[in-house]
């Protein structure tokens, strides 16, 4: 029998870009860090071409809107309380590559996450979102491999939960888990202050933290004494759930 882990669990979060963290997964974050767990993000680009046109119209350079991006997520990040690390790989496209692959394999080796999360697989819209979770995926299967040349220990299997699109009906996101992030959404709600550049987002995602919230009510029982501002996140789980209880 295998030890019990008696480090803190690790939550790692794959972002396509520099928002997608808060919007989508701000809550998760949140509570990982009110717990004292590490939570830890990796943003594989700024989304400096595709998700910055108020800089590009008021005439920013590329290197300039990157360090803006990079700062306002810095700032997201420090107040959900996760740590964050920026790849740079650019977006619009943002292009797979087996390069990426093998870092994103040295941060799991690093990391050992006790729980992932990604963007789904499916994402007409934004092709970036996709790429970014097939490269999180296959990261995390050649990182559980015994003979993968990476530093670091072979990883076990942490479970996958895709969080929310912006679109999930055409994403084809049928939400399987609840989040009841109403402890933590106030500090959601300021991280998604800390980006400016998307500020159109700030009362989507917070309306969409309501009615997430009013499904999570709906799906608790009659008997838990949810209070009627319960906020929630929705997210889907990518590999079957390991129980003794079916609960």
């Known amino acids: 029998m295998t030890s019990a882990k008696t480090t803190p669990r690790t939550l790692l979060v794959i972002s396509a870009h520099a928002g997608d963290f ?68 650019g977006d619009y496209p943002l292009v797979e590559t087996t390069e990426l692959v093998d870092r994103l394999v040295g941060v799991y080796r690093e990391a050992a996450p006790d729980v992932v999360l990604t963007h789904p697989l499916a994402d007409p819209y934004n092709g970036d979102h996709p790429a970014a979770a097939r490269m999180a995926l296959q990261a995390r299967v050649l990182a559980q491999a015994a003979g993968y040349d990476a530093p670091g220990e072979p990883l076990g299997a942490p479970p996958v939960f895709f969080f929310e699109p912006h679109q999930p009906e055409q994403c084809d996101f049928k939400p399987d888990v609840l989040l009841d992030i109403t402890a933590v959404f106030d500090r959601k709600r300021k991280a998604m202050e800390c980006l400016p550049a998307q500020q159109h987002m700030w009362d989507y995602y917070t309306d969409l933290a309501k009615r997430r919230g009013v499904q999570l009510r709906r799906n608790a029982g009659p008997n838990l004494g949810l209070p009627h501002d319960t906020m929630g996140e929705a997210y889907m789980r990518l590999y079957p759930q390991v129980t003794g209880v079916l609960e």
Not at 55 to 68: C, N, P, S, V
């Open 22 to 89: 808060v919007w989508r997964a701000g809550g998760a974050i949140a509570l990982a860090a009110a717990r004292g767990e590490r939570a830890k993000v990796v943003c594989l680009s700024f989304g400096e071409r595709g998700e910055s046109a108020g800089a590009w119209r008021a005439g920013r350079t590329l290197d300039e809107i990157k360090a803006i991006r990079r700062e306002e997520a810095e700032n997201a990040a420090a107040t959900l309380g996760a740590e964050i690390e920026f790849f740079d790989a």
